[in-house]
């Protein structure tokens, strides 16, 4: 039904008084986005919405797809978005008519005026229909707020999406620098066998004094120490996988090693554009407007609503001949006088929620710049971190070749070739370490970014 306007105005005349108080908000300030990016972000490339496969490997590509399948965090903001969805129904629901149906009837014995008994059997089905005119726009409000939730709701479902995708393609690649340093230390165990081997051949020949043989004993067992750590990593890193993607723990299928991934380029995106590509910062801004919609309709309830009911039915008895029909209209203004300070807390408590989604918003929006400088800058330093350690391990080797060929020659000490091992092993770790890093660090990157959301309304 269509608002009178006219009807409204000469109401609201003499009842101004009964209008909600004012309630006061803070004023949070704007978030203004940067001109440009603190760290050059170098030669960028297009954000897809499955950004996961730029990396090259169909296992990652295809545990990203299960985890959004399956994923329970998934589930359970589809199911708030259908809740949101029925909330908006409900509210349309109360900008439109009640309509009810009753059916009453019975059998009763009574004395008539002449003292003799009468008795009869009756009924009186009837339809009754109430509606509430929305004078003032209240019940606009709050249809208009669940909207917005609604919206909110379908946001935060897509922040999710995008947050499994981030953590199951993080855990994948953190799974591959696990297998290689797996395989680095089991290699560097086997290296240390035959070391210890060759030490307690010269000691039983009297090459070499004890000392060798111990220090080569001690350095097997703290290199032999590393690959049950590692292994315990990998079983904790496969189980989290396995949560993700909406399985028992279980063994997680591997496809590219760590070094044949691909590493993606940045992706590109002014910060003007950020605000209105990520998922979360939509949530905080439709939460804002619904609060903005819920203060206004709890102004609003210090005005009078009018509501409007009738009925009409029939009455069949067997004392009558013919059944009688009956029908009321009416209507009535429910006016609040003294509520006892509801309606005012109940104003103040929407003006509060107001102003804790207002700096929500802005701590969504400052922390997504926030986000992306940060893994700017990791991608950035990452990169040039691997070129020092490459560097680092390459002359390490090579250090290592020569002190090995100056202890067989007998120039060196055995020390000095342990020494040599122990640095090349850290070397290799740190370097495989450091890949998987700028890997994540891109992963990380393409989250801030937005992961190619783009809003649907």
Request: overall charge neutral.
């Amino acid at each position: 039904m269509r608002r009178n306007p006219a009807l409204a105005s000469l109401l609201a005349i003499p009842l101004a008084a009964c209008a909600g108080p004012h309630v006061a908000t803070t004023a949070a300030a704007p978030v203004a986005p940067p001109v440009a990016w603190r760290t050059d972000a170098g030669p960028t490339a297009a954000l897809e919405r499955d950004w996961w496969r730029a990396f090259g490997d169909p296992a990652l590509a295809a545990l990203v797809e299960r985890a959004l399948a399956n994923n329970s965090d998934i589930g359970v903001a589809a199911a708030r978005v259908r809740e949101a969805r029925a909330n908006i129904a409900l509210a349309r629901a109360q900008t439109l008519p009640a309509i009810d149906a009753t059916l009453g009837g019975g059998r009763s014995r009574s004395v008539n005026p002449f003292g003799q008994p009468v008795e009869q059997n009756f009924a009186q089905p009837q339809v009754q229909v109430a509606y509430e005119v929305d004078l003032f726009g209240r019940l606009d409000d709050q249809k208009a707020a669940a909207r917005d939730l609604y919206f909110a709701s379908e946001a935060a479902h897509d922040a999710v999406r995008l947050s499994v995708a981030a953590a199951a393609a993080a855990n994948y690649v953190t799974l591959r620098g696990l297998d290689a340093r797996l395989e680095v230390a089991r290699a560097t165990v086997a290296a240390r066998a035959e070391s210890l081997r060759i030490a307690k051949s010269r000691v039983e020949s009297g090459y070499s004094p004890r000392l060798e043989l111990e220090q080569a004993q001690a350095e097997y067992d703290a290199t032999a120490q590393i690959v049950p750590q590692i292994e315990l990593a990998i079983a904790r890193t496969e189980d989290a996988l396995s949560l993700l993607v909406g399985d028992t723990p279980r063994a997680i299928g591997r496809g590219d090693t760590l070094a044949a991934l691909t590493v993606p380029p940045v992706p590109d995106g002014l910060p003007s554009e950020l605000l209105r590509r990520r998922p979360d910062v939509a949530q905080a801004e439709y939460q804002l407007a619904a609060t903005d919609r819920n203060l206004a309709a709890a102004r609003k309830r210090f005005l009078p609503q009018l509501r409007l009911t009738s009925a009409a039915g029939a009455a069949f008895s067997t004392l009558l001949a013919d059944p009688v029909t009956i029908w009321s209209v009416g209507g009535s203004i429910l006016a609040p006088i003294f509520q006892g300070g509801r309606l005012t807390a109940q104003a103040d408590a929407a003006g509060a929620q107001r102003d804790q989604a207002a700096f929500a918003y802005r701590r969504t929006a400052l922390t997504a710049f926030r986000e992306v400088e940060d893994a700017l800058a990791a991608v950035r330093l990452s990169d040039r971190q691997i070129l020092f350690a490459r560097s680092q391990r390459d002359a390490l080797a090579e250090g290592l070749r020569l002190a090995t060929n100056r202890y067989r020659e007998g120039y060196s000490p055995y020390l000095e070739q342990l020494d040599a091992q122990r640095g090349l092993l850290g070397a290799e770790l740190s370097l495989i370490q450091l890949r998987a890093d700028a890997l994540s660090a891109r992963i990380q990157l393409f989250q801030a970014m937005g992961g190619g959301w783009i809003a649907s309304r």
